[in-house]
Every structure is written in structure tokens, then in C-alpha cells.
């Protein structure tokens, strides 16, 4: 079986699939031909220690990827790379467009490897779309996996087009509804439009290539939207991410899937589903029975983490079906501005005193009666019971995975590159 493993920066769950006015109809297409899991989470809501912990069935903080790697961070052996592990399984292993798990593609193990050389965000994805399609079409002696990354829908986004009229835009929430916000959301829509066009392509090369009755395909990005409360943040709004599986004979085709899922479940979802045996590594529990129908779900809990971003600001937490706990492990009660994206928004919020609220060293939610996470509990005597229960799991999880920040503040990579917390803007040369 080969597979393709689709995914974008920073779209979050804002498709068309998850029931969002965006103009997404290719994806759409491959939900209903699909399984959309409704439920699905990130295992850190930043670049790249999500999708280290996404492609080694480990937690970040397993994998050593506490940080960013254009900012000097690193897994700590690549070797557990799922590219790695099918490379000793005789696949073809390739990547057209972005990856964020190695400063260089090679490091990683990807046997071909190519992304244009287009500046322009939109021309870029799409040269990488054509190129990718034509390498489905090839004749193949092997099965193949494929990585087809995509910058859309990272910051700066492209120019709204003239169709996607700001006036009739809602922005998600919890972001203010005037014109600048607007605006900042329609011309994320205008960007998730490249996603969907890419999408599309290779669809249509696949099912020309007479593949289609052979491969899994795999839609996902690394964690919620470029926008303040969103990405960088352990809230559902961080954390929660799109989830599309498309294959032969699948039992839940057309169906959407409550049960909880991490994406540390990718990596042995892809073993079952290739017969391999799972190496010793995994931290994630396959999907198979739960696509089978052999089960109503896999876990009872998810876990989630930031270390780094631009500066440091860590923090964990563990979410059931119900509940959540968030717990923040530095020395301060402010909100930490350079880990929140640049844009007209976050401007917006800055001039209107974001940055003089004060932040709580945990958040207790319930997620039933309170699923815009607002009210914390963490006090009401009534929740006493249920906060040892999480507080007391998040623990054991931290000591089981050896998380270096039960020995106090985390020390950056020598080289690394950290913004200070009085840092507004990540772009800000001033550095710790």
C-alpha cells in the first residue's frame, strides 16, 4: 500500500469539512470519500514539535523537539523518524514542498526530495502540487510514501481576492468581529483556497494514475490558526487539528469520528494498516479498530505541550472527553506576546491592553458545559476531585515520558535562538 500524507501550516480545524464557511470543496470531497475525525489533536500546538511528535509516534519532549529548528532545536535521534523506518521497509520515501522536523530534508532520510525555488506562498505550493502529481503518475517497482507539505495557510498569507468580501466574513472564535479582523480571516480564507486547489491535484493525479484502489491518503496540519488564543496555546483552538483518511474498503466511509485521537496515533496507525511491527518507541495507539469498528475508542485522554516557540513559555496539559487541565511551569503570570504571530489582529488586541491581563498558573475546564474553555473551575470545591484525578495523570505522564521539565526550567540548545518575554513581536532581534 502507499501512502500520501498530506498536510499545511497552521489551518487548525477552519475547513470546510468541519462545518466552517471556507472555500474548501476539494476537501470536502475527500472527507465524504473519507473519515473525518472530529476529535483529533495536535501533540503541541507549534510548528515543529508537532509534527516531530506526529512522525515518530512520540511526544515532543520524547523526541527532543522542545523548539523550532529554524530557531536551532532538533529531534534527538532521526533515525525514529517515520521516514527512517520506512526506509528499512523497502519504500520509496519522498517530499515535495516543506517539512519542519530538520533544517535540511536529507537529515531526515527522504529519498527524493523537492520544493521550488517560487518565493510567492501560493506559486510555491502549487509548483510543489504539479511536481507531486506527476511523480504519482510515474511507474513505480515499490511502494511509496509520500510528504506533501504545503506553507499555505502560514503567515503572511496572499492578497484577498476580490470575491472573499471581508463585509460577509465571521471570524472564529474568540476573535473580535470588526473590519480588521475580517479582513485578517478572509485572507486566510483566500490562502486555505490554495490549499484546497493543491488538494485537488493531486486527487486527480492519483485517481488518473490508477493508484487510487492502493493508497492511503492522510490530511492533516501541525496545530490551530495564526491568530492570538489560537496556535502557540493549549486551548482545543491550539490544539484541535483537521483529520482526513481516505482508503479502500473502509468500513467508515463517509462517517465522522468523535472518539478522541492524538496524532501520536499516526505512526502506528500506518504500521497496522502495512502489517509492520510497531517499533519499541511508540507512544500513540493505532486507529485500525477503531476504523474497523472493532472499538468506540483507542484512549481516554490526549496530552499536549509547549516548551519553546520564540521565547519561552512552557506548559502542559491533558484533555478527556470531558475535561481539561492546562498547566503553566514558568515564573510569571503574563502572556507571552512573541510566541503569538504578527498580524492586524494581534495588533488590534495589543492597542485594546491584551497584554495587561494576567495569565493563571492552571486552567481547570469542563469541556461539556463549557466548551469555549472560559470559566476555569480550578477553585470551585465541587471540582476539588476531578482536579486531583487529572492533576495526578498529567504527572504520571510527565515522570512515564521523562519530561525534562519536571527538573525545572528547560535550558535552550547552545546556538538556539529565544526571544525575551518584553519581545512584542517575534521579528524583534533581542534575544536571550
Not at 127 to 146: Q, V
Request: charged share 25%; aromatic share 10%; net charge negative.
Amino acid at each position: 500500500m502507499n501512502i500520501i500524507y498530506l498536510h499545511t501550516h497552521d489551518s487548525g480545524r477552519f475547513i470546510q469539512p468541519y462545518g466552517y464557511a471556507m472555500p474548501t470543496p476539494r476537501l470536502m470531497q475527500l472527507a465524504e470519500e473519507g473519515t473525518l475525525f472530529r476529535q483529533a489533536y495536535s501533540a503541541a500546538p507549534t510548528c515543529s514539535p508537532s509534527r516531530a511528535a506526529l512522525l515518530t509516534g512520540m511526544c515532543p519532549h520524547s523526541a527532543g523537539m522542545l523548539g523550532l529548528v529554524n530557531r536551532g532545536f532538533q529531534m534527538t535521534d532521526y533515525s525514529q523518524h517515520l521516514v527512517q523506518y520506512l526506509n528499512r521497509h523497502d519504500f520509496h520515501t519522498v517530499l515535495f514542498g516543506v517539512q519542519h522536523e530538520a533544517r535540511r530534508s536529507e537529515d531526515i532520510g527522504y529519498q527524493l526530495a523537492f520544493d521550488s525555488r517560487e518565493e510567492n506562498s501560493v506559486t510555491r505550493d502549487l509548483s510543489n502540487a504539479k511536481t507531486a502529481a506527476a511523480y504519482i503518475k510515474e511507474k513505480k517497482e515499490r511502494p511509496f510514501f509520500m510528504s506533501f507539505g504545503m506553507f499555505n495557510t502560514h503567515r503572511v498569507y496572499p492578497e484577498v481576492t476580490p470575491d472573499l468580501n471581508p463585509n460577509y466574513v465571521m471570524p472564529p472564535f474568540p476573535l473580535p468581529d470588526n473590519h480588521e479582523v475580517r479582513k485578517d480571516v478572509a485572507a486566510y480564507m483566500t490562502s486555505v483556497r490554495v490549499v484546497d486547489e493543491c488538494v485537488g491535484i493531486i486527487m486527480d493525479a492519483l485517481r488518473e494514475s490508477g493508484k487510487e484502489d492502493d493508497t492511503l491518503i492522510i490530511f492533516t496540519t501541525d496545530h490551530g490558526i495564526a491568530f492570538p488564543h489560537m496556535k502557540g496555546n493549549l486551548y482545543d483552538t491550539g490544539i484541535g487539528v483537521s483529520w482526513i483518511m481516505k482508503y479502500p474498503q473502509n468500513k467508515r466511509r463517509g462517517e465522522a469520528v468523535d472518539a478522541l485521537v492524538s496524532q501520536l496515533d499516526f505512526f502506528p496507525t500506518i504500521c497496522d494498516f502495512l502489517g509492520l511491527t510497531k517499533p519499541s518507541w511508540l507512544e500513540g495507539k493505532s486507529l485500525l479498530p477503531l476504523l474497523r469498528k472493532e472499538v468506540d475508542r483507542v484512549r481516554e485522554e490526549i496530552f499536549a505541550e509547549v516548551t519553546y516557540h520564540a521565547a519561552y513559555e512552557p506548559m502542559r496539559c491533558i484533555r478527556t472527553d470531558r475535561y481539561k487541565l492546562i498547566r503553566f511551569f514558568d515564573d510569571h503570570d503574563q502572556y507571552v506576546p512573541a510566541n503569538i504571530d504578527d498580524s492586524v489582529t494581534k495588533k488590534f488586541l495589543v492597542q485594546n491592553d491584551f497584554l495587561l491581563q494576567r495569565r493563571p498558573k492552571e486552567i481547570l475546564l469542563d469541556l461539556y458545559l463549557d466548551p469555549a474553555e472560559r470559566v476555569n473551575l480550578l477553585y470551585e470545591t465541587a471540582s476539588f476531585e476531578i482536579y486531583r484525578e487529572l492533576s495526578n495523570r498529567l504527572e504520571h505522564w510527565m515522570f512515564m515520558t521523562c519530561d525534562p521539565i519536571l527538573d525545572g526550567r528547560v535550558p535552550k540548545p547552545l546556538g538556539a535562538v529565544i526571544n525575551k518575554l518584553t519581545c512584542v513581536s517575534p521579528e524583534t532581534n533581542d534575544y536571550e
